[in-house]
């Protein structure tokens, strides 16, 4: 996956560089079984079971960009300002939820 344009700005505003890399990160695939039927105590007459593949864990990761470049586009080749490190957060663990459950 390419991680897309992250930016560093000074105290003033202004852009210092740009950085952006190709980076591996984990997602969450997958199918979840799910059903429907037929119901007499349900309103909608029909009894829903929705489930979503989601994360259960995320771990934060630190990364490291390797494409950056001035304010002018020009690539920066200083040691110091060629690259740049960034945290992110992906699935270390999916499972399946209950659809809408967003209270775990």
Do not use: W
């Amino acid at each position: 996956m390419t991680l897309g344009i992250t930016e560093e700005y000074d105290e003033l505003g202004s852009l210092v560089r740009s950085c952006s890399g190709e980076v591996t990160v984990n997602k969450c695939e997958g199918i979840c079984n799910s059903q429907i039927q037929p119901s007499v105590v349900t309103a909608t007459g029909f009894l829903k079971e929705c489930f979503c593949c989601r994360e259960n864990y995320l771990r934060e990761r630190v990364v490291t960009l390797t494409h950056c470049y001035d304010p002018d586009g020009l690539r920066l080749e200083d040691e110091d300002s060629a690259t740049m490190e960034v945290r992110l957060r992906e699935p270390d663990e999916c499972k399946c939820y209950k659809c809408g459950d967003f209270s775990r």
